[in-house]
T-cell receptor, first 114, second 112 residues
């Protein structure tokens, strides 16, 4: 069965510092991978996606992620964090087999300190 | 693209009552998904429609839950005889085939 692990429940970084959020997945074939961001009381906004091709994908708000098949990882990065980036971040894996049902990780809560 | 719309945003009800939520997907999207999210967790898949056909249901979707998408456009999720454990955020998402899902802002259900 597919699963997604986000090892870090909570991360605190200083504004302007770099950020990396970890995501590991379990899936037999090449998955579709996504990162979403959620602000309190809101729905999820897509940051970026990986379907195939270039393993380094660029997203909105200056985020990028790298698919590493050998490590079953899809870590999210940003070179310089802004205070407005404070939110909950979810990694998700989708499959084409069952209508693109998504499996989400438990999320990483990001706090940005001035 | 007006986004995915969910109504109501908040619902407070007494245990044992029935509730119904509505989701209006992005108009050209043929797939519609329902998820449930509890505090501190990621969304959990409940069910999915392709056009008007309900193609998959999670084991989380007990007999008290029913979802419809009668004309392949909007969808409703009904919970009968609500229980305390049903308190959660119910999220709807839509997509065009296997493209990324776009989420609504959710309906937060609180059971008294």
């Amino acid at each position: 069965a597919q699963s997604v692990t986000q090892p870090d429940i909570h991360i605190t970084v200083s504004e302007g510092a770099s950020l990396e959020l970890r995501c590991n997945y379990s899936y037999g074939a090449t998955p579709y991978l996504f990162w979403y961001v959620q602000s309190p009381g809101q729905g999820l906004q897509l940051l970026l996606k990986y379907f195939s091709g270039d393993t380094l994908v660029q997203g909105i708000k200056g985020f990028e992620a790298e698919f590493k098949r050998s490590q079953s990882s899809f870590n999210l990065r940003k070179p310089s964090v802004h205070w407005s980036d404070a939110a909950e971040y979810f990694c998700a894996v989708g499959t084409a087999n069952t209508g693109n049902q998504f499996y989400f990780g438990t999320g990483t809560s990001l706090t940005v300190i001035p | 693209d007006t986004g995915v719309s969910q109504n109501p945003r908040h619902k407070i009800t007494k245990r044992g009552q029935n509730v119904t939520f509505r989701c209006d997907p992005i108009s050209e999207h043929n797939r519609l998904y329902w998820y449930r999210q509890t505090l501190g967790q990621g969304p959990e898949f409940l069910t999915y429609f392709q056009n008007e056909a309900q193609l998959e249901k999670s084991r989380l979707l007990s007999d008290r839950f029913s979802a419809e998408r009668p004309k392949g456009s909007f969808s409703t999720l009904e919970i009968q005889r609500t229980e305390q454990g049903d308190s959660a955020m119910y999220l709807c998402a839509s997509s065009l085939n296997i493209q990324p899902q776009h989420f609504g802002d959710g309906t937060r259900l609180s059971i008294l």
